[in-house]
């Protein structure tokens, strides 16, 4: 079996020395699989100047990477536009931020023919051949490759939320969208949530659409939506946060912070991610239990993203003056409540962020998966994971205190609660949450989907 992925972005970056492949959960899980069997990577070419073809690595190729050129108006209309402006806010029920665009559709269809040309230029035809397509950036391309290829083997995993019918349905290019999806033999999403969100707008809103349990009959074809958790690499994380150098960068850093608690928050700078509720939920709780005035340190990484738009820059204002009215009310000569730091940083420095912490306060407005949750399970060892319930690895991970971010008082609530926690609970409520995490790693997740896209709809 050959397989062909198609992804926003390629799998390998120029540096100073050469090329070398990105770090990331989907390259982490399909490289090893296109080192194997060989095969084809898909993404968009921002830089004019690379090659639109490239075998990797150039000694001696594992696999073939193709880029689509994209003009600086088209990655503004497909990436920032469509994608960032319309899919990511309806997805994650956020439509306030909604930008309704007709020249957004309109280049992310040219983008997405493009990149089923790709495909199909790439690929024969074998029935051997897999074709499997990542996320939202890719709605139509199931459904245009297959127009070409009606035999072809084709999946499609979606790494966000799938809203409520009520809510994609407020896209004038929903039922088009879902066409396009219905392209796949078998389309994943993280929890069953989101299946039958999904199911319920492909029943609601498309005629032509029966459903049966999670089988879709469209077309005289069968179409399964599976739920299936994406997970990291646990023995990769597990392995950096043993490596002594980060044990020492965690007592380093417990030292230089100074107090008797640390509680962690790790984001991308997204309006999502709830950062300016839960440092409101801080200040809450540092006015009703002074006793912890000078024992608790927050301390919040947000990484920059996105930053070309409006509302990025907004939330970013927003958090730099909760930040700083939290410090200007309570901080003292040798405590600063709120450390906060907006900036990049690499894996190998957050294992010793999450080694260190106390508790992590992981608290999505809604996210689909989200990774932070589970490389802090990985690497911390006696701390409490504080985590939205309207994530979607709130459905895997009982053990962690689960809060409603919209709850300022149950967020501060839960802070106190996660420090004060007796320790052979903690250890009970740990052990569990790594049990689960080591049974979802990022490489079990590809197999079991690759397999899943392999069965015959009788059999799945």
């Known amino acids: 079996m050959s397989l062909t992925v198609v992804a926003n972005r390629v799998p ?10 990105s770090v990331g959960g989907l390259t982490t899980a399909l490289l090893p699989v296109l080192e194997e069997q060989g095969g084809v990577w898909v993404g968009m070419g921002e830089d ?3 090659p639109v073809r490239q075998d990797y690595p150039a000694s001696d190729p594992d696999f073939l990477v193709r880029r689509v050129p994209l003009t600086s108006e088209e990655l503004d209309n497909y990436y920032y536009g469509m994608a960032n402006r319309v899919l990511w806010p309806v997805s994650h029920y956020l439509i306030q931020h909604l930008e309704l665009r007709k020249s957004f559709i309109d280049t992310y269809r040219e983008v997405n023919r493009r990149f089923a040309e790709a495909v199909l230029d790439e690929t024969t035809g074998d029935p051997d051949e897999t074709i499997w397509i990542q996320d939202y ?35 004038p290019w929903s039922r088009e969208l879902l066409r396009g999806m219905l392209g796949s033999d078998l389309i994943g999403f993280h929890v069953q949530e989101y299946v039958d969100n999904f199911m319920e707008s492909a029943e609601v809103l498309l005629d032509e659409v029966e459903v049966e349990d999670n089988v879709l009959h469209y077309h ?29 960068k965690a007592d380093d850093f417990r ?10 928050g790790i984001d991308r700078l997204d309006y999502t991610k709830g950062i300016r509720s839960r440092m409101l939920a801080f200040e809450q709780f540092l006015e009703e239990n002074p006793e912890y005035h000078g024992k608790v340190s927050f301390f919040q990484i947000a990484t920059p993203s996105r930053s070309e738009l409006e509302s990025y820059q907004q939330i970013r204002r927003e958090v730099d003056e909760v930040v700083g009215r939290i410090n200007g009310r309570f901080a003292r000569e040798s ?39 589970q490389e802090f399970i990985t690497a911390n060892q006696d701390g409490v994971l504080i985590l939205s319930e309207l994530t979607g690895a709130a459905y895997l991970l009982p053990e962690a205190v689960q809060v409603n971010p919209y709850d300022q008082q149950g967020l501060a ?48």
């Open 413 to 460: 609530d839960s802070i106190k609660r996660a420090l004060e926690m007796p320790s052979d609970e903690k250890r009970e409520r740990l052990h569990g949450l790594k049990r689960t995490i080591e049974s979802i790693d990022v490489h079990v997740w590809a197999d079991n989907f690759l397999d899943a896209l392999h069965r015959s709809p009788e059999i799945a």
């Open 255 to 264: 030292d230089r912070l100074g107090t008797e608690h640390i509680i962690i």
């Open 137 to 171: 950036h890719q709605m139509l391309s199931p459904g245009y490759i297959r127009e070409q290829r009606p035999d072809a083997t084709i999946g499609h995993f979606w790494h966000i939320p799938w809203p409520a019918m009520e809510i994609f349905r407020i896209l």
């Open 220 to 248: 005289g074809r069968e179409i399964r939506a599976e739920a299936h958790p994406i997970g990291i690499d646990v023995e990769r994380f597990r392995a950096m946060a043993d490596d002594p150098e980060i044990q020492q």
């Open 335 to 373: 405590w600063v409540p709120v450390n906060y730091r907006y900036r990049t940083y690499t894996q190998y420095e957050l294992c010793a962020f999450y080694r260190a912490a106390d508790a992590a306060l992981i608290t999505p407005l809604r996210d689909g998966m989200n990774v932070v949750t």
């Open 12 to 21: 390998i970056r120029k540096t100073e020395d050469g090329w070398e492949t």
């Open 48 to 50: 004019p100047d690379l």
